[in-house]
């Protein structure tokens, strides 16, 4: 076999190789999901998005808007919380372990603890700590749950409840993950800004809502026209500098709209078998934590 032939099939190999790595592979590991029941809301999830919602995406796209956001929320660990869920008949018993479990507890808290289940026992520990306490409550006739909590910096942003895995992406082709945060990261921006209002401001010019932005206007997104028997129903409320000449109103177009509409659907808020995490009150009821117990 002569030199060239050796180097043909070493570059061959390496080619096949690159191509099953970083097309075969993810195509494998991602290209056959589907939506999936998450039995904490008892529905499909991801849903698809309307035609509003989905027209929006595109205006998305054209104003490059994924050239300063990224859709993408990252998560460098768990700790966990212990929760008493259940007494039991043994208070004595059950007193007795909660002390155990966490030494800091004054008697009279722990008498709350067990008194008024489901509590909190203890906060912010590992997995080892799980595993003492869950085995410590073994055959004692309680019930304790560990809640998952995410850790990381995107976390602690409050960007998102969780990290972002595959199964997010279901329905977008192509994936506005981007590469830089010039501005926040929106992939579950309808859940923290939920007001629509605000939205078609910050579009309309940044600095309306929020004092030093360095995210560009979009005035062509909005209309300027005279006002005829009186103001518009989605006029934007606009004062001092912004304010348009006397007689004049400022109105979102379709595709204003519609870009908003795009937003607020942008929401991670479900747990997934990748990426569990713990509801917040307002999400949901303790009965529908992402959580482990020990076994009984």
């Known amino acids: 076999m002569n030199q060239g032939s050796i180097l043909f099939l070493s570059v061959f190999g390496a080619m096949a190789l690159s191509w099953g790595g970083f097309v075969m592979l993810p195509q494998v590991q991602l290209g056959s999901q589907s939506t999936r029941v998450v039995k904490e809301i008892g529905r499909h999830y991801p849903a698809e998005r309307g035609g509003l919602a989905e027209r929006g995406r595109d205006i998305y796209r054209a104003a490059g808007c994924v050239s300063c956001h990224t859709q993408q929320v990252r998560q460098s660990g768990y700790e966990f919380d212990l929760v008493l869920t259940k007494a039991g008949d043994f208070t004595e018993l059950v007193t007795s ?17 067990v008194g008024n289940a489901p509590t909190t026992i203890l906060e912010g520990v590992g997995k080892s700590e799980v595993d003492r306490v869950l085995h410590l409550f073994k055959d004692s006739g309680a019930k304790v749950a560990a809640n998952i909590r995410p850790l990381g910096p995107d976390i602690e942003r409050g960007w998102g ?35 629509r209002k605000w939205h078609l401001l910050h579009l309309y010019h940044p600095h309306t809502v929020q004092e030093g932005s360095i995210m560009p206007a979009y005035p062509y997104l909005f209309e300027t026209k005279k006002i005829l028997s009186g103001p518009s129903s989605d006029a934007l409320a606009l004062e001092g500098d912004f304010s348009p000449p006397e007689g004049m109103e400022v109105v979102p177009t379709p595709e204003a709209n519609a870009l908003v509409d795009y937003l607020l659907s942008l929401r991670i808020q479900n747990p997934v078998f990748e990426a569990p995490y713990m509801f917040t009150q307002d999400q949901g009821s303790d009965d529908n934590n992402s959580q482990m117990e020990q076994p009984e």
């Open 97 to 113: 372990l909660v002390s155990q479990a966490n030494t800091s507890l004054t008697p009279q808290e722990t008498a709350a603890i």
């Open 161 to 195: 409840p969780r990290q972002t895995v595959g199964l997010d992406y279901l329905f977008d082709q192509p994936v506005l993950l981007g590469s830089q945060r010039i501005g926040p990261d929106l992939v579950d921006v309808g859940s923290r800004l939920t007001d």
